[in-house]
């Protein structure tokens, strides 16, 4: 017991003042390596342990040896004892010389060669020792075998005293080294597992901030065709609204003057008439021919409504042009109650009676605004767009009740003293709240393929909510319709 403690104390105080060597976690940097590591520490404790157990076995057949009376038994035992002192010293040999057969990559530490060199233990002279014993007791005939035999009792003794407990003290400080080379693989495992997460992380936030750039990149190509789009549209009709104009301004200007002409012409005819009452056969041939009386009564008429299409056109021409001014780098004044308007008779045709529907009914509640700070351009583009969607809305009403109230409303009011509020409503079909949740979304569209792009809202929300400073609103619910509540500073700066 004097022994086992001399040498735990020893044990304690190289592992407190670190001469116990320690693997370097730089050496496990695989799940390869760190198994290796593992069968090595496990063929070093299992070497180690076999002596002490083939020390143990032949003090038992050194004893059956003595007492066995049977030749041919005492024979075999010879044979078994040189087989197992052969190993036993196989072993010992192997665990010195660190020998590349059982799997040892190192030599053994500072410590366990003191056992087996220094003092106390001096285990490889006890080993020596106790095989050179056996091997004597081997070759004494059996004649003289004695339980009194010296190389009997030393081997009987250090079976269960010194060479026992060396051998324990240097099979704990084995596993106590496996442990803490264990303990060190767990260490890197756990460091590797640590950077495994934290490459994951890493790699995730990378591919998310790729897929957030190349998501930004397609809406800012979507936003720059459909501005492409929009200024060629622009330009388009701003070139169509000036050859209109001026065919059209001559058509109208002329008009007064030809429903004066006309008037006197016809007055004439009248005088003409009441002092020659009595006509030629071939003049009341011809007055009959076109039917004077009816060309009398119809002419004014028909200048008349020639004068109201003129003006019509004129209004048409006005709405277009409006539409199609292009902002520049600059904001300017805007009435947005024109900008309405404008959008409304752009889209009369839409709004007229077609083969499966009724009219659409716009109502106007139109509240006493102030002009507007803003890009008129653009805001022409979010009105076309809220209503466009209205009358698709009306149009799936329409479909599903053909007897549903086709309108939209279109309120305006101030917000506050330095706001303003446009109000779109429709009696249309409505929405869930799922498309509700998802509808700036840039490129998502309940409609057909071919009739939407998913880029109306999202871009009317961009020229809403970050050019203008503005905020936009949706109230709506299936069956019962959609509004549509903006809200505009009146100065930007």
Request: aromatic share 6%; proline share 3%.
């Amino acid at each position: 017991m004097a022994l086992k403690s001399c040498v735990s104390r020893s044990y304690r105080h190289l592992v407190e003042s670190g001469v116990l060597p320690m693997a370097a976690l730089s050496n496990y940097f695989n799940l390869e390596e760190i198994t290796t590591a593992r069968k090595i520490s496990a063929a070093v404790i299992n070497i180690s342990g076999r002596q002490r157990m083939l020390s143990q076995r032949t003090a038992f057949f050194c004893m059956r040896l003595v007492c066995s009376q049977n030749g041919l038994e005492r024979a075999k035992l010879r044979v078994n004892l040189l087989e197992a002192i052969e190993l036993m010293e196989k072993s010992h040999r192997d665990l010195i010389n660190t020998d590349s057969s059982i799997n040892l990559v190192s030599s053994s530490s500072s410590t366990v060669k003191a056992m087996y060199f220094e003092a106390p233990l001096y285990l490889d002279k006890q080993i020596r020792e106790y095989i050179d014993r056996i091997k004597a007791l081997v070759q004494v005939p059996d004649a003289e075998l004695m339980l009194e035999n010296p190389h009997l009792l030393y081997i009987v003794e250090a079976a269960g005293g010194d060479l026992l407990e060396a051998f324990d003290a240097v099979v704990s400080q084995y596993q106590q080294e496996s442990e803490i080379e264990q303990f060190e693989i767990d260490l890197k495992q756990v460091e590797l597992y640590q950077e495994s997460c934290a490459a994951t992380s890493k790699a995730e936030a990378q591919a998310a901030q790729l897929d957030r750039a190349l998501c930004e990149l397609k809406q800012t190509q979507a936003q720059l065709l459909h501005s492409e789009k929009m200024s060629s549209l622009g330009a388009l009709m701003a070139s169509i609204v000036h050859e209109i104009n001026n065919p059209v301004s001559f058509i109208y200007g002329n008009l007064s003057h030809a429903a004066i002409y006309t008037q006197d012409l016809l007055n004439l005819l009248c005088l003409y008439q009441e002092c020659y009452p009595n006509p030629c056969p071939e003049i009341t041939a011809k007055i009959e021919e076109i039917d004077l009386d009816f060309l009398v009564e119809d002419l004014p008429k028909v200048i008349s409504s020639m004068r109201m299409g003129s003006n019509r056109i004129r209004e048409i021409v006005k709405s277009m042009g409006n539409f199609s001014r292009t902002d520049n780098s600059n904001m300017t004044m805007c009435d947005l109650h024109d900008s309405i308007d404008s959008t409304v008779l752009i889209l009369r045709n839409r709004l007229n009676s077609q083969i499966d529907r009724r009219d659409i009914q716009v109502i106007k509640n139109y509240g006493n605004l102030p002009p507007v700070e803003c890009y008129s351009g653009q805001l022409n583009q979010v009105f076309m767009n809220l209503i466009t969607n209205a009358i698709d809305a009306l149009d799936d009403a329409s479909q599903n009740e053909p007897y549903a109230t086709l309108k939209i409303s279109i309120t305006t009011e101030l917000a506050g003293p330095d706001r303003v509020r446009v109000r779109i409503a429709d009696t249309g079909v409505g929405m869930t709240p799922q498309i509700k949740e998802r509808m700036f979304e840039q490129f998502f569209t309940t409609k057909e393929i071919g009739k939407g792009t998913g880029l109306g809202l999202s871009i009317v929300y961009k020229i809403l909510v970050e050019n203008h400073r503005g905020t936009l609103r949706c109230e709506s619910e299936p069956c019962k319709g959609t509004e549509f509540i903006i809200e505009l500073p009146i100065q930007q700066t």
